[in-house]
Structures are given as C-alpha cells and as structure tokens.
C-alpha cells in the first residue's frame, strides 16, 4: 500500500498518457517481455489478469491475491453498473478502495456483456439499450456512457466501447467493426480523467481482411494500449491463432497488448507466442468452482475417486498454498463436502499456476528460450484425468 | 509450525495424561484465567473454539485463522466418520494435517449429532444405530466406536460418549444421564492412545439435583478436563446460568471446564463469570454465512439498506483483515452480489470479535476488574439492527 500511494504521490501532478509507459525490455522472435507502468504501480509483461467481476476475485481475499504476485485485476464495468453502481463506488474512493485492491485494475467497457444479451439489448449506431439482468429495468450504454462508467469506476485502464459480434458472419463483422470505431473516437473524445489509460480494440471476427483493417485504423491513434477482442468466443483454435499471426505486429511496438477474455495455458503460451503482452479469464476462478485444477500438464478433476487416497499435494512442483499445505484427498472431501474451501484454495492454485506460467515465459523471453519453453509446454500440455 | 513441532517432538515420549496440565494463573471471582498445554501447544484461557464441522471452518483458510489467534478448533467425529472416513484421516496422517490445523483441535464424541437424528437413530444401552445422513446407510456409535473413532482421528481434546436429551424431561434426563454415566466408564476404559486428552461430560437437564449427581459421578474420575453438556439446547438463558451457577463449582479446580455448544457474546460473558474456560459454537460462521456480524454491541445485519453508502468498517476498534480493509457498504454489495468473500469477511469479523471478547476476558481476569467489565458489556450488548 504504501509503496503504491508513493508511487500515486509522486506522479499525480504530472498524470499524463505518458505515466503508462511501456519498457519493452526483451523479445526473443515475436514473444516480448516488458513492464507496463500505471499510477497503482508496474505490471511486469507478460501478464495474466484474474478476473473479479463483481468488484471481487471469486472466491479469494486480495491478500491471498497479492501472496500470489498477481499484479492486475479485471473488473467487469456492466456488473458493477448495475450493482452497486458506479456513482457508489466513486463516493467510496473508486474500485482500488471500495474492493482493496492497490495495484492496477483494468475495466471493461461494458459491451462486451451487453451484447451477449441476446433478446435483451437493442443497438443503434449511437449505442445499445439493455435490459438489467438483476430486474428487468431499461438502460443505455453509449461510448459516452462507458467512459463516464470507467472513468467513475477508476480503473488504471479502460477499453473503449466495442461491438464484439458473432465471429463468422463476414458481412455483419463489417458492420460491426466501423461501428466500433466509429465509438473508439466517441471514446477518445468523451474521456476527461488524465490518470487512466483507454485501449483501443481490434476487432474484424475472423476475417484476416477485416482484422488488418482493424489493426491499421485502431493503431492510427496515440493511445497507451491495444486490446484484440472478439476471439476466443467460438471460433477454432487455428482461427485464433491466424489472427494472432497478424495483428499484433500491426500494433504499435512500444505499447502493450492486450488480448481479451483468453485464458487456458495453452493459448496464453501461444498468444505469449505471438506477441500479445497481457490476458485475462475467469477460467482459474470458474474452474476452481466446479473442483478442477490447471496444471502445466492439464486439468485435474480433483473430485475424481483415484484422489481419495491421494497425500500429495495439487502438484509438486506448485509453491502456492493450497499446494504447500494440502492434500489431493483433502481438496476432494472439501468438494464432496461442497466447503467454501474447495473453491478458495483451487482458485487460489489455478491463479499461481497462471501466474507461474506468465513468470516462466517473462524469464523464458529474457533467456532467449521462449520458443522451445512454449514447445515444450504444448508438449506435455494434455487432459490427464 | 516449528514450535509446535517443537513441542511435540519434546514431549512425545513422556506423553501421559500430565502433558495436558492446566495452569490456573488468576481468578477473580468464579472466573479463571489459565493455560491448558496440549501436544500441540497451549490453549489460553478462557478461549472461544471456531468449530470446523467437516475438518473446515467454513469460508477460512487456516492461515486465516492462525492470523486471528485462534488456538483451538472443534472439528465433528459425526460428520467425519461419515465424510471422508475416519481411516482416511488416520491415513493422511490425522486430522491436523488434513485439515493443516497445527495448534490444537478438539473432536466432539459424534453423540450429539446422532442424537438430534429424531426419527432416524435408535437408542439402547448399548450405543446407538443411525442413519447417515448422506445416504441412508445403517451405523452404530458406542463408547468403544466413539473412542476409536476418535483416536483415528487424533484431535488433542477427546470428548466421552454421552445422551443430550431432551434438557425439560426429567424422567428421561434421570435415564440418560445414568446412561451417559456408564458410557463414561466405558469411554475410559476404552482409551488407548496417551497424546489425547479425554473430557467427562455433566448432563441432567435443566434439572440442578441430577446436575449435582452428574457433576459429583463424572468429576470422581481423574480426567484432564469436563465438560458441560445439554446446555445451549433449547431451555431459556435463565434456566442455563442456574446451572452454570452450580455446576463449574463442583468441577476440580485445577483442570479446565469446557461449556459445549455456546456461544453467543452474551452467553460467553455469562459463562466465563461462572467459571467456565473453554467455549465452541458454529454461531460467528453461521451468522457470517448468513450476512450478520458480531460486535460487541450487539448483531448487525450486513445486507441492511442503511449501509448501502457505510464508508466505515464493520466497527471502527475491530483490527480485523475486514475491517481494517473494507466499508460496509462493500460488504453489503458482497452479500447481495453472493459473492463467497462477504462469508470469508464475515467470519474472519465475527471470529476476530469472539476471540477479542475472550482475550479481553482473560486481561480483566488478570487485572482483576471482570466482575466490571462483564457488566459494562452486558449492558452495553444489544441488538443495533
């Protein structure tokens, strides 16, 4: 805490776009490895950012958050809009306050939430108007709206409002993709606060055309980050991974990139691999909920039978503190037994297994070695129960 | 950990019933400030026990716990003999490594539970046959399989075998307080490992001449600790105190008093002026899991509309992890968001506050000014929401 308030301290006067420097520090083929720095402190690239949606990490304190060296957390601006409410949450100091969170917070624009409300949003060109998943009440978000959202909310980054769209119907994507950036500008234009940093997204389904044209006008402008989105919502693996072969080098080198809603070790290695520098999931979280645990030889159905007997940790080789205290056939009872604690100790391990990972990679990148650390992850990377 | 395993290593080959020695330190009036040395280290008397019914404390981690100086868990032979198996526990190296509780544990004799299966179990001389609550299966408890049962599990603090009846029927609390009697002499005789501590249990209602008997039959035996059961169940606080005036006096002197199931702050005061040292009760994590916290002024209900905006902490001298970090009004956001954190806050709160309340205790035991500070907090405890 009192580190990140110096921090605040010293640079508040100067708050500028410029306070969300990028030091690209490494790159070993396109992989890169950096530190992206903000007003509540530096994320060390790359970077996966666990997800509390609701102004809370699932299932874990931010303390035991922090023991994991998680260094950026997600929030989800639709959520928090409609419960407690943005206005609430800046009268209590904005989110790193109201949730006790001091190091860097990332929110969403809302969109993407609300146009996954099939039969329950309307969109125009200025805006989508919605219907409240909590009570039935009507309500607009607008790029306009989002900004003053985010800009409520205090998160050190904010995405620009975006349509993200069915990925495989090329003629709506079209649509789609200028209306999104038609909004980025309405984003860009609407934001007032100097002390957070509004990424532009890429959008353009899988449509390599749409994609690079995407690319080309969200990078014409001088903002502090870039998001892809509209990906891992559908499309195969090989469709993911051909737009990660070419966006990201159409994306300016010296700021950071982000791509959104991905997740699952082996696409964050293959987007590490590519040149994306930042993620988020609920996966670990949703996971750990439904009594399994990410491994780096893949998922463990911890309420599987053959771990009744099991004295070993997770695994092994795992230093976090589901692993340094307890067994396989104790995180079992505590599933069986549906005990909080199932949940908070798998969330608590899938979050340092991802981690661990973005660490790994990060030195990996320094080394020189990243390619055959990615290899040879994807290697021993399976389902083995 | 090292000094627990310190203190373990010490004296395991001298371990006999005097390893679990009770130091009174001061009294003032009936109540008692002591120590209770167990292999796994000391117990601070009066001391409130956090109950872990299924080798958990619901919605905290151990490390949790420990932070709250908490030094004695209650775990339920009932619940564990059923789920996971007591054999699994052995297995796993016992319970405090299962559940990784390093300090001391108390296992209760799985009666209590049994007995509130009206309908479902069926009571002889003998012991008793049950159904599981899980899936209908057929078991009997006796002395000899709640001692067994028990000793695979390995808490430091055993408890004997006994009836808790009904607490207003004095023909029936003649029965079965002769029962449990008997059971008493079988639960001894049974005992085999000497690293556990094995508790006697006074019954006989609300009725003070069969508490009389029962105090002077179970104290002639020469046990490192009694307890008080069939309290806390249904008869009024009047009715309790009238017993708990007469019974703790009967009791040796020299070794603790164990007040089972109770409780709330009111009822510790109360107990605690009457000489008793160690109290359990699922009451903080209950009422955490149902939104309520626990302040020495009484009970608040967190999820109330008057906190929506409550930038304070749940009480502003709690030095809590919840409250030296969140407002009411994130707490309440949690509660109506179901978010698991605002259980995990709560009862880390409502734990902190049973804790405190027991330290304060044994400061003013010390500083012989008890009799004051339970009135102050007798007339202070009230219900502010």
Do not use: Y
């Given at each position: 805490m009192l580190e990140t308030n110096s921090i605040n301290g010293k640079i508040s006067s100067v708050?500028?776009?410029?306070?969300f420097s990028f030091e690209l520090l490494a790159t070993d083929g396109k992989a890169r490895a950096g530190i992206f720095h903000t007003p509540h402190g530096p994320i060390p690239t790359p970077i996966f950012a666990p997800v509390?949606?609701?102004?809370?990490?699932?299932?874990?304190?931010p303390e035991q958050l922090e023991a994991l060296d998680a260094s950026l957390v997600l929030s989800n601006t639709y959520h928090l809009y409609l419960r407690p409410g943005a206005d609430l949450v800046a009268e209590l100091g904005g989110l790193h306050q109201f949730m006790a969170w001091p190091k860097p917070i990332l929110t969403d624009s809302g969109g993407f939430q609300v146009f996954s409300l099939t039969g329950l949003r309307k969109i125009d060109d200025d805006g989508v108007t919605f219907k409240s998943y909590l009570d039935g009440s009507i309500h607009r978000f607008s790029p306009e709206i989002s900004i003053a959202v985010q800009e409520k909310l205090g998160a050190d980054i904010i995405m620009a409002f975006d349509e993200c769209s069915n990925p495989n119907d090329y003629a709506y994507n079209i649509k789609s993709m200028e209306r999104t950036h038609r909004w980025l500008e309405r984003c860009i234009a609407a934001?007032?606060?100097?002390?957070q940093a509004l990424f532009g997204i890429v959008q353009g389904g899988i449509f390599e055309d749409l994609r690079k044209a995407s690319a080309e006008f969200v990078s014409s402008f001088d903002l502090p980050g870039f998001a892809i989105g509209?990906?891992?919502?559908?499309?195969?693996k090989a469709e993911m991974n051909a737009i990660l072969d070419i966006v990201p080098a159409m994306l300016p080198n010296n700021k950071p990139r982000y791509l959104m809603g991905v997740g699952s070790p082996e696409d964050l290695i293959n987007g590490i691999l590519r040149g994306i520098d930042i993620f988020d999931c609920v996966l670990p979280t949703r996971l750990a909920r439904h009594g399994a645990a990410m491994t780096f030889l893949g998922r463990l159905n911890?309420?599987?039978?053959?771990?009744?007997?099991?004295?070993?940790?997770?695994?092994?080789?795992c230093d976090c503190y589901a692993c340094r205290n307890f067994s396989r056939a104790y995180i079992r009872h505590l599933i069986l037994s549906k005990e909080m604690l199932a949940a908070t100790l798998l969330s608590i391990h899938n979050i340092a297994t991802l981690e661990k990972l973005v660490k790994q990679s990060r030195q990996a990148i320094f080394d020189g070695t990243y390619t055959q650390y990615a290899e040879n992850f994807l290697k021993n990377y399976k389902t083995v129960s």
């Open positions: 708050m500028t776009k410029d306070n509390g949606t609701q102004a809370t990490v699932k299932a874990v304190t934001k007032k606060r100097n002390d509209g990906l891992s919502v559908g499309e195969s911890m309420n599987n039978a053959i771990f009744a007997h099991d004295s070993r940790p997770i695994t092994e080789e």
